[in-house]
Structures are given as C-alpha cells and as structure tokens.
C-alpha cells in the first residue's frame, strides 16, 4: 500500500486507529479454548468486530512465536484472512527485526515476499545495511524504530552527542539518506508527549506508528496535538485496550465498542484537516 | 549452561568455535531437496560432522522464519535434536529479539521455557525493560549487540555522547547494572579488531560472542590477541564458511573438515592459558 492509499484510508474512515493483535493463549475467553486454533478464532472475531473502525492491523510476532510452529500457522492465517477479507487494511508486522545484511534479507523475503506484509518494523542499532534490505520492495515500509514507548527508552535514545544530537534524532536524519516517507515511517511512543514537536522538525511528513495509547497510558489528545500533519501522518496503535476490554462471550463485540470509541476521538482530532 | 560448564567445555575441546547454522534452501546441496526436511537435513549432517570441534551452535531465526511454517518446524527439530545428542552443546538462537517488557517477556518464554535453549541475542536499542524479562531464567543468557560486524555498526554504535562515551560503551556499561558475567555475554565483531581492547577495559569477564570470522574477513589471531581474557571469554562464529564450504554430496565430512581446522587454530591460541 502506498502513502496516497492509506491517507485516503484515513480520510474515508475518519480513523488512523491500528488494532494490535497482542493474542496471548492465556488472556483469551475461556470459551474458545476449545476451538481448534484459539489464536486464530480470537483474531477472526476481533477483526470482524473493528475493522469498520481502523486502517491497519498489527499482529505482534513475539505472541505467534511463543506458541511455536502452532503459533507461526495462527499468525499466518490471521494475515490472509485480513488480506483476503479486508485487502484495505494495512498490515503491520511488529517484529522489531533487523541484522546484518544478508539476514534482513532474509527477514524481508519472509514478510514482504513469503507473506506479502505492507510493513514490518526494525531496529535501527546496527545501522543502514541492516534496514536497506527491506527498502528494496515497491509498496512496501520499514517501520524503524525511533523514541519507544517504554522506560528504558530514557538508556539509550535520548544520549546527547558531541554535535549535540539526540540517539533518536540521529536514527531520524541519518535513515533519511536511505529511506524517505514514501517507503519508511517511525516508532514514536505516545507516552513521549511533547516530544513529538522536536520529532516533526527532523521528519515533517513522514508517518508515525504510535503505540502506548491505552494500556501503557499515552494521551492521543497530546499525540495530535504536536504530532499531526496535514495529511494526518499518524497511526496510533492500541492492542490491550481493545482486544482484551471484555472476557465474555461478548468479547468481539465489546472490542468493536472500545474500537469504534477511539474512531469517535480521532475523528474530532481530524476534523480540523478534513 | 552456566559458565564454568562453558568454560569446561572449552578446555575439554580445546576450542571455542560456535558453528552458525544459517541454513539457506537455496544453497544446501540439491542431493537434499527430495528429502523431506531438506533444512533439518542439512543441520543433522553438518551438525554430526562439526560436533567435536565445536562447542556451540547458532541456528539464526531468520533463516528458518523465511521458510514460514516449515522452518520453524526444522528450527525446532533442529533444537531437539542438538540437545538429545550433543546436550554439552551451548545453543544460540540468533534472533537479535528486543521490545517492551511485556512482550520481551513473550520471547523469553518462546526460547528459554518452550525451546529450552541455552541463549538468545537481544537488541540494546529499547533499553532496561527490553532487556530484563530475558534475565529471570537461571542457566540462560542474554547475549546483548553491542559492537556488530556489520558496516552499519558505524551508524550509531560509534556515536560518541557528551561524556566522551561511545554508544557501544555505554551499552556495555550501563547493561552491567542489570546483568552480570553469569547472565550476559556481549555481541561484538570479529572485523572490530582492537576495538576489543577497549571492550576489555569495561567488560573484562564476559563471554562475548565473535561472528565475522571467515565470509565477513575478521582475524582469529586479532579477535584473541586483543580479546582473549584467562577463562578464554570469546566464542568465534562461523557460518557461511564452514557449513557451504562444500555443495556436492560430501558437504558434511568438508564442513568437518573445515571445522577442524579452525578447531586447530583456536588450540594454538589457547595454548598460551590452558
């Protein structure tokens, strides 16, 4: 998907909301145990329920891998149900991939070729030959990671240099001799606030993914309000707040409210560029 | 596997080679492709003929990821059966792994309670919390990225802070505060050269783990020279260089051929401790 598809995604849907698909076999309804793939049945459902109200679906590897070869099969399956039911969607791998180069090759044969993903997101430590082996690939993104959502992005990425530059900043400028806001966008946590002004003045167009919305306690007001652009440039993630809202049979349904919830919130934050 | 055991290991072998199983479908030898499992094929034999010149083996996930499903199937035969016939192995998974606590904590479980293997590389960029799910299992490790072989490592890894700090120290340092010499060896590349001198002034115990000897054209003598602590504290990586050294249906006995004689090379320069 390219930059104009998904603005116009946003534009139709007053919403730039992405449902992370966090699927954890221990926090799921009780009830779907007994379904012959839980993740997958999870997933199904939760898709169904909130499509209506976001762009982009994020399924997190980490919970797919933990599982296995069962949990490889799920994740596999989640992706081609989103692409063959909802081929509007975009589809965020959230692995957090990157090495040397003849291994991110690899990696992005698997997400961009075996799975057909529109993105994937990578950590930029070991710099450009680890990232520009997923920049190879029309109508697809690198996710790279910039100032996280955690605690512990306060050990590396805010490190001032001798130019006195930020971590952060450095992988913003630095990655834009390889990449532009055509085929790369940033992590940017929302629980950053203000420091989304110092990232819009290195990276004015380029799209945000933006979790730490819900469960880790980001403000989306905050994230608009010095993150926006005129074309939005913003995907805000939420995956606990949504998916896990209700334990019930109701589960689907309930996650579809919380979902349609934060559209109503992102439509007031739109109308001013709409 | 702890360290002492590590330590014995290399002693009793009188080496510290970790072969780098980086097992590609389109560069095994195509004797193996009607096989059912044409990848675990190909890992059972190399790892049969390098078994005792080796003391670790390094499966990188991205590798087996690339073939979906089917890979994580070989990835976890693979596992199995390194741990069934060769338990005195040190087993690697490569998968530069590294996000918020609560999904670090996810692949933490994925390989140290599911798969039971010995280590796994993390990625430093997310800080702390990114780190120390990895940290509560007795016996396992983390192997933290701090100086890479890559040409990319100069990116950020070189970034000198206002302190007079590069990141790649501070990565060293500030990770001790978390982590110790029996929890945590440090990833750092063979074509660094002297750079292990500094290395060794802040991490003078840690194991570190040496890829980029061989196909990448680091130096066994330099990596030692500079790097080598009285307990040895290195285990030097090979992938490419051993395990295609050969493509014709001997590939097995050549990859234990060339096993051996790095085995030889690492002999000589233990000599001077052992």
Redesign the interface.
Known sequence: MNKQQLIEQIKLKKSFLCVGL?T?IKKIPEHLLNDEDPIFAFNKAIIDATAPYCIAYKP?L??Y?????KG??SF?KTVEYIKKNYPEQFIIA?A?????????Q??A??FFE??DIDSVTV?????????TPFLTYEGKWVIL?AL??????????L????EGER?FE??LR?SQEWANDENMMYVVGATQGRMFEDIRKIAPNHFLLV?GVGA?GGSLEEVCKYGMTKDCGLIVNSSRAIIYADKSERFAEVAGEEAKKVQEQMAEQLSSIL
């Not at 891998?65 to 070869?69: D, K, L």
């Not at 996280?148 to 990425?157: A, E, I, R, V």
């Not at 490190?159 to 001798?162: I, P």
């Open positions: 966090d954890d997190n980490a919970f891998e933990s599982m296995g070869v490889w099969i596999e959230d957090k991939r990157g090495d040397i180069g003849n291994t991110s690899m990696y044969r698997t075996e799975l950590a930029p430590y070991m710099g450009e030959d680890s990232v990671l996280t959502s955690n605690k512990g992005s306060h050990d590396f990425q490190t001032t240099d001798t971590l450095k992988v630095k979790p880790q």
